[in-house]
């Protein structure tokens, strides 16, 4: 029998850091993975295939159409396409139960979603882990901006954050490598908003994407497709970044296609003592043991493994006294805001495909003439502008060689921004176990969540907000959009990718599951870090959160080993 120093479930964005962090401190630590292997630049095996030479032109396979079969779920994002699907896990290896429209993007592989998320990184601050304090929604956060500041610079550090400071104490600034450029269009967007709205800032995204190089990885070359694997690691992912400093150590080890059924406790140590998986390709079971357990599965992976953990102390699931493991589910809502074209600027253009948008930060309820009495909490925007292709041939009248001639110079510049809106905390968003089971006999989650009244009133005010900012920049045509659909899909939760909440941080162990150093409250050698851990959900973009809190939980746990406590 193998006797680890420590277990961590899941090598995604979390997991790869908590590999790195525990090996680079000593511990010998096995990494269990459900999905494939993906090796660094040999397995991005589309990454520079010219469009053409897809059947499809690289299409964006949306749900009923050729190519997108085994993914009805997972088509649903836009950024499922022909030439990244082998990075999305076919529906039926991971089916759930809907109790109300959820999309549950998965990415189970070695690397997890860190080959295919949206890169866009922004610190929060005391507005939001002060928020459920100050408005009685949710509970409060053990921690506070400052716990939690030197841990975001360490991350930032390492994994390269692009992008322009502000100074504004709601986005604090970061630890950052020069800013990308934002093109002629976005120019003149901005100078129109800031001149109007002196309150409010467009600034190109913050991103973990270099513009200088860190080690062996390069600055980004603008190539465009990003989502198909990045071979120079100019973005942030496991495969470029933090696994390969794990591997370095020489004490990593990774299972791929391993399938965690449940975590092993020892009711006489109150210690969790590993986990037990079953193969994905034998369906074979196996156990592996360890000191420590990381667990960092994805906010729902991690719900469905603890809920599935279950002993006479935890009939309800592992370090579940508090019975709120599971509730609290949120994510992000978008998809609601405004497009419109801008006149002249015909003699500029932009070089490359840069990976990144502008930004708008959060200008709602910071305390100014700026607040607004119908609803709580707030939202920034992501966007961009651009010229129209020769795909706008489609839309046009014309034939023949004269259209063929007009398509081969650019058409107008366009500008389009969504708002990224706060979900509230609610008991009653949850994922619970189902009586259904899975192809390796695991119960499959049943998950209910919706918008409220908060978000659904936030969202009038995100379409209308930018429809005015647009218009007061001089935008002509503009029209607002609002893709959300009452129990019907178009904008539902899970869509934003964004899901956390589901074994929330506290400081009260009747109301959460986790610690300030994310450690369950009901069995010390058990840590969460992954989206389950969050209190509450900010408007910005969560991941470097997730880093930061997985880097400080390490450091805490091997201080806590050493002292003898876990």
Request: glycine fraction near 10%.
């Amino acid at each position: 029998m193998i006797t680890y120093d420590a277990i961590v479930i899941g090598s995604g964005i979390t997991g790869g850091w908590a590999a790195k962090e525990l090996t680079e401190k000593g511990l010998r630590t096995l990494v269990v993975e459900r999905g494939r292997n993906v090796v660094h630049r040999k397995d991005y095996i589309t990454e520079h295939k010219p469009v053409w030479e897809f059947p499809l032109r690289n299409a964006r396979l949306s749900v009923g159409t050729k190519g997108a079969e085994a993914y009805p779920i997972q088509a649903r994002t836009s950024q499922f396409r022909e030439s990244n699907k082998h990075f999305f896990m076919p529906d039926r290896k991971n089916p759930y139960v809907e109790e109300k429209p959820f999309t549950w993007i998965q990415g189970d592989q070695v690397g997890g979603k860190s080959l295919i998320w949206g890169r866009q990184v922004y610190r929060w601050s005391d507005l939001d882990f002060e928020a459920n304090l100050r408005d009685g929604h949710g509970v409060d956060w053990p921690i506070r901006y400052a716990d939690i500041a030197p841990w975001y610079s360490y991350v930032e550090r390492f994994i390269g954050v692009s992008g322009e400071k502000l100074g504004l104490p709601h986005l604090p600034d970061g630890e950052f490598q020069p800013p990308m450029e934002m093109n002629a269009g976005e120019k003149f967007v901005k100078a129109g908003i800031e001149k109007v709205f002196p309150d409010r800032h467009v600034t190109v995204g913050r991103v973990a994407i270099l513009t200088q190089r860190i080690g062996d990885r390069l600055p980004c070359h603008y190539c465009g497709p990003c989502e198909r694997g990045c071979s120079t690691g100019s973005y942030f992912s496991s495969q470029a970044s933090t696994l390969p400093a794990a591997q370095a150590t020489g004490r990593l080890t990774i299972v791929p296609d391993s399938v965690v059924h449940s975590v092993l406790y020892d009711a006489a140590t109150n210690r969790v003592t590993g986990v037990r998986v079953v193969d994905a390709k034998t369906k074979a079971t196996r156990e592996y043991y360890a000191r420590l357990v990381f667990v960092c599965a994805s906010a729902l992976g991690t719900a469905r493994i603890l809920l599935n953990s279950t002993s006479t102390r935890f009939p309800n699931g592992l370090a579940n006294s508090s019975g709120v493991l599971g509730h609290y589910l949120m994510d992000h809502h978008f998809l609601a805001g405004a497009s419109g074209h801008i006149d002249g600027l015909l003699d500029r253009y932009y070089q490359g495909n840069r990976p990144n948008g502008i930004y708008i930060p959060r200008f709602r309820n910071l305390g100014d003439d700026a607040s607004r009495r119908d609803y709580m909490r707030g939202f920034g925007y992501q966007g961009g502008a651009s010229r129209g292709g020769w795909g706008r041939g489609g839309s046009q009248v014309g034939f023949g060689i004269e259209l063929k001639h007009r398509l081969q110079e650019p058409g107008g510049w366009t500008f389009n921004m969504t708002g990224f809106g706060e979900c509230l905390p609610r008991e009653d968003n949850f994922a619970a176990l189902s009586d259904q089971t899975d192809e390796f006999g695991m119960p499959v989650l049943r998950i209910h969540c919706t918008w409220g009244d908060n978000e659904l009133s936030m969202r009038k005010d995100m379409a209308a907000s930018a429809a005015e900012m647009l218009e007061a920049a001089g935008c002509k045509d503009v029209r607002t959009h609002d893709a959300n659909k009452v129990d019907a899909l178009g904008a539902e939760p899970g869509l934003g990718i964004h899901e956390m909440g589901t074994a929330r941080m506290g400081r009260d162990p009747k109301t959460s599951v986790l610690n300030a150093y994310n450690q369950a409250h009901d069995v010390p050698n058990l840590f969460v870090t992954d989206g389950a851990c969050m209190t509450s959900s900010s408007c910005v973009n969560p991941s470097i959160t997730y880093m930061a809190l997985t880097a400080r939980a390490c450091d805490h746990a091997v201080a806590e080993m050493k002292r003898g406590n876990v």
